[in-house]
């Protein structure tokens, strides 16, 4: 099992910033493809952002491409989401997620394995 928290979500106006982590605890953090999702009201969950387990590679969201940026730390088993440029369309719960030894379809939701409880994220115009 792992147990995987989300914080820093909040409220901020168009163009601020903000940085969500996700804590995770359990099995070896660093064999984990890490994603975070989003979920905005009435709509499916999408893929945002993902680091591989293996090289660290990271793909995103053509929508956040150039204003996001995810990383982790594998000595801390966090990962984290650095938002910049935020959109009132940015506006959503926003998951993070753990696909074991994950090497392909990164944007899949069904292929992860784990799931954080989510944090919102509200950009006001």
């Known amino acids: 099992q792992v147990q995987l928290v989300e914080s820093g979500g909040g409220l901020v106006q168009a163009g601020g910033s903000l940085r969500l982590s996700c804590a995770a605890s359990?099995?070896?953090?660093?064999?984990?493809?890490m994603g975070w999702f989003r979920q905005a009201a009435g709509k499916e969950r999408e893929s945002v952002a993902v680091?591989?387990?293996?090289?660290?590679?990271?793909y995103y969201a053509d929508s956040v491409k150039g204003r996001f940026t995810i990383s982790r730390d594998n000595a801390k088993n966090t990962v984290s989401l650095q938002m910049n440029s935020l959109k009132p369309e940015d506006t959503a719960v926003y998951y993070c997620?753990?696909?074991?030894?994950?090497?392909?379809?990164?944007?899949?939701?069904?292929?992860?394995?784990?799931w954080g409880q989510g944090t919102q994220v509200t950009v006001s115009s």
């Open positions: 680091i591989t387990w293996s090289y660290g590679s990271t």
């Open positions: 359990g099995r070896t953090f660093s064999d984990y493809t």
């Open positions: 997620a753990a696909y074991y030894r994950g090497s392909y379809r990164y944007a899949d939701t069904d292929r992860y394995d784990y």
